[in-house]
């Protein structure tokens, strides 16, 4: 969760690169109440959403415990993959250098 309260203290400069933040959590077993309490105690703005039988989350994320973020294109393309472990996940400025590096 101090990811996403990091990464919202600089929600505009992702918003100025047409950046939109979808957060998929593949532990949270409280469903969508839990996803509500995250929400609710981070003061996120960015989409949550969840993948409990990692149907989807397999294809990126291959390995267990692994937190890694990706930049996806608009078609679906990876664009850029930003190693993360449990305690040190990706930063906004890791991002933002990454996003604004694509954008050219």
Do not use: C, P, W
């Not at 929600?11 to 959590?25: G, N």
């Not at 409280?30 to 929400?39: E, P, Y």
């Not at 078609?75 to 449990?86: C, E, F, P, R, S």
């Amino acid at each position: 969760m101090r990811q996403l309260v990091q990464l919202q203290k600089q929600a505009d400069d992702f918003k100025t690169l047409h950046t939109e933040m979808i957060f998929v959590f593949r532990e949270e077993k409280s469903g969508v109440d839990g996803l509500r309490k995250i929400k609710d105690r981070t003061k996120t703005g960015f989409t949550l959403t969840f993948d409990l039988d990692k149907k989807s989350t397999k294809a990126y994320s291959t390995k267990r415990m692994t937190f890694d973020n990706f930049v996806i294109d608009r078609k679906g393309n990876v664009q850029a993959i930003i190693d993360g472990t449990l305690r040190d996940r990706a930063t906004a400025d890791e991002l933002l250098k990454v996003l604004r590096k694509l954008e050219g």
